[in-house]
């Protein structure tokens, strides 16, 4: 069965557009409600959002949704996606969504969702919640003396508050480090600045006023250099640049040079492996990762496992062979000890914690290798399937051979735009960007 509504990540699009509506949210309530509605216990789901105008529609929409399929409602207002994985955990709950669209613009919005266990649902899973979708949900409806009940829950910024304090080592403080932080006018807005604060930082908070429109405006994990100029200017030790939904982040050292997801990844690696609470030998990361990253891994007897784009797929794999440290180079970064999804701030936390313990700066802690030269770019095409294309298949074919033992060559189709993405890597970087263009310049002129 085809997917209509879910993608690679929940539901997501325009707002109020194609499945992006009002009504479609309330139909998703009522269609994971009767979905998640097992046994006779009295049901729960716990509702997030992050600071979009749109969510304080999609909020009541879901909420009736899920009532009138008999779940009863925890409303928890503004929280970073993590913190609803784990309160659908600590709150014994049945499931869990996320109302974001991530790192995307105020005009688009999302529906992400956990299941009871805190881990992101099974493809089955979204397909039988699209069957009932499509089916007009009328066997969903309860009797009016089983509707569920909706209220809010006051204390669940602490609850995350205090989950995220507890990831960093008892003893390690935070004294004396200065540091910026650039919540994205995003989800992590209120939480980000008071977990560094309480653990002792001195916090520069960035992107904390969010007006329901600016999220992810020139601010956050995508668009870094704001907040590596304010590193610079207030001579602090670090930055941490989180998204909307504040499950990914990028870091920037005392010098505001950019620190992306693969150095991250190197850093808590390596350094768990040496206090021995690495699990499974290794890393699990995506092909967008560096070979650089790779090579450095394989080259200490670590393993790095590859799955395609999406940390879904990096949680599925990390489940499958026991691996506690996983991630992309975008900033997703996944610590099963702590989490079942990303967490950029207790991701950056973890940082922090090996920046404090070893003594040296940022910028000697975050230098874990160097990366191969990467090039990555995206081409619109024209034609259904231009990597079907005689052309283009041979200009494949012979960057193929040529980054044979010497790099990596990554071609990949948009699940949601007419577009092919392209990746090379290899040392000789004109190699590189010789065979990227080449594909490129065959997939946009294929007819």
């Avoid at 600590?90 to 999302?110: E, Q, W």
Wanted: with cysteine; charged share 25%; aromatic share 4%.
């Amino acid at each position: 069965m085809s997917r209509k509504y879910f993608g690679t990540d929940g539901i997501r699009g325009r707002v109020n557009q194609n499945h992006m509506t009002p009504d479609v949210a309330m139909r998703v309530g009522l269609a994971a409600g009767r979905v998640f509605k097992r046994g006779d216990h009295v049901h729960r789901v716990v509702i997030g959002k992050d600071t979009r105008r749109s969510g304080y529609m999609y909020e009541p929409a879901l909420a009736a949704g899920f009532v009138a399929a008999g779940m009863d409602v925890v409303m928890v207002g503004p929280m970073p996606t993590p913190a609803i994985a784990m309160l659908v955990k600590s709150l014994r709950a049945d499931l869990g969504v996320m109302i974001s669209a991530s790192h995307n613009p105020h005009y688009d919005n999302g529906l992400k969702f956990f299941g009871p266990d805190g881990y992101k649902l099974s493809d089955d899973t979204e397909l039988e919640i699209e069957r009932l979708l499509d089916s007009g949900c009328n066997e969903v409806l309860v009797d009016s003396g089983a509707l569920g009940k909706a209220s809010r829950l006051e204390s669940a910024r602490g609850r995350y508050v205090e989950f995220a304090k507890a990831t960093v080592p008892s003893g390690v403080s935070l004294e004396g480090l200065k540091v910026v932080v650039d919540c994205a006018n995003g989800a992590a807005y209120k939480v980000a600045p008071d977990v560094l604060w309480e653990l002792g930082a001195d916090v520069v908070p960035m992107g904390v006023e969010p007006n329901g429109f600016n999220i992810n405006d020139q601010c956050g994990s995508t668009y870094p250099e704001a907040m590596c100029k304010r590193v610079v200017a207030e001579g602090a030790d670090l930055g941490i640049a989180l998204d909307g939904d504040a499950d990914r982040l990028i870091l920037c050292d005392e010098n505001g040079s950019i620190v992306d997801g693969d150095q991250i990844m190197a850093l808590i690696t390596r350094n768990w492996a040496s206090r021995g609470i690495l699990k499974g030998g290794g890393l699990v990361t995506t092909v967008m990762s560096n070979l650089g990253l790779e090579r450095l891994l394989t080259g200490e007897g670590l393993t790095l496992e590859r799955t395609k784009v999406g940390d879904r797929y990096v949680v599925e794999r990390m489940r499958e062979r026991g691996i506690n440290v996983g991630g992309e180079q975008s900033g997703h970064i996944v610590l099963s000890d702590f989490s079942t999804t990303g967490d950029g701030l207790v991701s950056g936390l973890q940082v922090i914690t090996e920046i404090v313990q070893s003594g040296v700066p940022a910028s000697v802690a975050c230098n874990q290798f160097d990366p191969v030269p990467q090039t990555l770019k995206s081409v619109r095409f024209n034609v259904e399937d231009p990597l079907a294309m005689p052309k283009v298949q041979q200009a494949i074919a012979d960057a193929e051979n040529e980054l044979n033992g010497v790099g990596r060559l990554v071609i990949r189709k948009s699940g949601t735009e007419p577009l092919v993405r392209v990746m090379a890597e290899g040392d000789d970087a004109d190699l590189v960007n010789k065979h990227v263009d080449n594909i490129c310049q065959e997939v946009e002129t294929a007819a």
